[in-house]
């Protein structure tokens, strides 16, 4: 499991709890279904706003790995805020 810490808030996250801390904190453009972890009826957990697809207005990801690495590649900016940590030192 991958340990996470955000450095403006020094709490502790695997990869699911990270992108639900950065939607509530830090960026009010990413969305989920209901819960996290959750799946809707197309199998998404995760929604991206800021980024346009080809027929609607976001991109849909269905794990959190996936959303996790769209965030690094498209959003680095915003996940700057976590770092990789093991057992609340920061690597």
């Not at 950065?22 to 009826?41: M, T, V, Y």
């Not at 915003?78 to 609340?88: H, K, P, Q, Y």
Request: glycine share 4%; hydrophobic share 35%.
């Amino acid at each position: 499991m991958q340990a996470l810490t955000c450095t403006q808030h020094g709490d502790d996250f695997d990869v699911r709890e990270a992108i639900e801390h950065i939607r509530r904190f830090h960026a009010s453009f990413i969305k989920r279904h209901r819960l996290p972890g959750e799946i809707d009826a197309h199998g998404h957990m995760w929604y991206c706003f800021d980024c346009d697809c080809d027929v609607k207005d976001h991109r849909s990801y269905d794990t959190d790995n996936a959303m996790w690495a769209h965030l690094k590649s498209k959003h680095e900016t915003i996940v700057d805020c976590m770092v990789r940590s093991e057992d609340g030192i920061l690597l």
